[in-house]
């Protein structure tokens, strides 16, 4: 038989849409040709796979016509994950193993000239891909990217090692050796979180840092240099609930699409990403061509923490508003798009002023020495819409250092864990999602206040100039520090510590 088909997959964002690989050969003037809207990397298999037949031990039909079809033609396809399909469709179009062999699997590696199996970028979302269309076909992949797809439930996964291990699984009968089911590996164990009871003093900033871990708010901190600032946020990871097995799967399989890939010891573990602040726009939220994600998709079910906010470009920073509303982003280009969720926890800290000691106290002896015009200039970097979606806005104030030696440690992170773990159930319990992510339509019902909360509210707004945005978000804070103290209903209290947290810039 002079054609065959075989099945494997492409990467289009997170989504692995399904590749049929169709391969045809027949007389005339030998050549190869590679046909399908294959990107550069993908036309080189056709050296890469010439090489690892010929040093696995099997015939190259260098006298045949050789055509190559990735179907569907109007799918753009990247890497060398079509390196084995493309063999394995060579070998049963020449008659070397039987096509009928290939029919119930799905194929995707890289080969060496050797013969020898290679990771591939998004095995993850490959089995993902596959679950979601629910085909009963066995995915075959290289040993080192089958441990991370075998956490999908569901996917009957294999790895090999080499292009000869494969061919001798698909051998009939008594012949065959089959492949061992890819097992998924353990995760590690998490290395020591840094602790709250670390930061001395901060009893404002460190409430904040509760609700907005409760409640999935994002946070601003604004302070002096050296008041405990990035020391918050790092610790912010370790006070947010365990991710379930669905949130585990899309943090993994979209930092897996990255170059440096996906460890998967860590699995499990919420991510923390902290770019530099020199990063652009499409390091923060994704682009090139195919497009990948950026830091804001890698963030995934985790925390962005933006160090020097206001030094960050403007378009990178207002590239952010979309995201922190809609927990996604969508990618345009002029041929296709590109859409990757993005529903992180935004973590910030700046200084007041330029020279960072605006408000010190005077027994730190350090004074601002910016002239007002100058701090209004560093403050406008970040735009009112922006500011408008941080939740909490909370001044990190100086300690004096007689006072950070006298104080006492802290509230250890696990014990702050158990209460937001208790408010999150009671959010899980009552509308599914987090309240930072309480939709519009159902504020009214979810953010119920009483007649004396809701004066006081209506007031507050009126007299600070809020918009509706900031107002609705204010009432997503109170909801959270209500389930804080377990009241069903949001109170005067409540709103009224909500209000303390927007009232710094």
């Not at 040093?55 to 084995?84: C, M, W, Y």
């Amino acid at each position: 038989m002079s054609f065959a088909v075989v099945h494997s997959r492409a990467l289009d964002a997170l989504q692995a849409q399904p590749v049929t690989v169709e391969v045809h050969l027949a007389n005339g003037l030998p050549s190869f040709t590679l046909v399908g809207l294959a990107e550069t990397e993908v036309k080189e298999s056709r050296e890469r796979v010439r090489a690892a037949l010929a040093q696995s031990g099997f015939a190259f039909p260098h006298n045949k016509r050789i055509t190559v079809n990735l179907a569907p033609a109007d799918l753009p396809k990247e890497s060398g994950r079509f390196d084995l399909p493309i063999a394995l469709g060579i070998l049963a179009a020449s008659g070397q193993i039987e096509p009928a062999r290939l029919a119930g699997h799905e194929f995707a590696g890289e080969l060496s000239l050797a013969g020898e199996l290679r990771p591939v970028r998004g095995a993850l979302a490959l089995a993902l891909g596959m679950r979601a269309a629910a085909e009963p076909r066995v995915l075959v992949l290289p040993s080192a990217s089958a441990a991370a797809a075998a956490r999908v439930a569901g996917i009957d996964v294999r790895a090999a090692d080499s292009l000869l291990q494969v061919v001798q699984a698909l051998q009939p009968g008594d012949a065959a050796q089959p492949l061992a089911r890819a097992q998924p590996t353990p995760a590690a164990a998490a290395a020591p979180a840094a602790d709250l009871r670390d930061v001395k003093g901060q009893v404002q900033a460190k409430r904040a840092l509760e609700i907005a871990a409760a409640g999935g708010h994002s946070l601003l901190l604004v302070g002096p240099p050296g008041t405990g600032k990035s020391m918050l946020a790092q610790r912010l990871p370790a006070l947010l609930p365990p991710m379930t097995d669905d949130e585990a799967l899309a943090s993994a399989a979209i930092q897996g699409l990255a170059s440096a890939g996906f460890d998967d010891a860590r699995f499990g573990q919420r991510p923390f990403r902290a770019p530099h602040h020199s990063a652009s726009a499409v390091a923060l939220v994704g682009g090139g061509s195919p497009p990948r994600p950026g830091e804001i998709s890698l963030a995934h079910g985790g925390v962005l923490f933006l160090d020097e906010l206001p030094e960050f470009p403007r378009a990178a920073l207002e590239a952010l508003r979309e995201p922190l509303e809609s927990g996604a982003i969508t990618i345009s280009r002029a041929a296709r798009q590109a859409a990757f969720p993005a529903r992180f926890q935004l973590a910030a800290a700046m200084n007041p002023c330029p020279c960072g000691w605006l408000g010190a106290p005077a027994a730190l002896g350090r004074s601002c020495r910016c002239a007002p015009d100058a701090v209004a200039r560093y403050r406008a970097r970040l735009s009112g819409p922006l500011l408008d979606r941080i939740d909490l806005q909370v001044e990190v104030t100086a300690v004096a250092p007689e006072a950070l030696l006298a104080a006492p440690d802290g509230e250890p992170s696990p014990a702050v864990a158990a209460r937001v773990a208790a408010a999150r159930a009671r959010q899980l319990q009552r509308q599914g999602a987090a309240n930072a992510a309480i939709d519009a339509a159902r504020l009214d019902d979810l953010c119920a206040l009483d007649p004396a909360a809701a004066t006081f509210a209506r007031s507050a707004a009126q007299r600070l100039g809020w918009s509706s945005r900031a107002l609705h978000r204010a009432l997503r804070v109170a909801r959270t520090i209500a389930d804080l103290h377990g009241a069903p209903a949001i109170g005067t209290v409540h709103v009224a510590e909500a209000l303390q947290y927007r009232r710094v810039l």
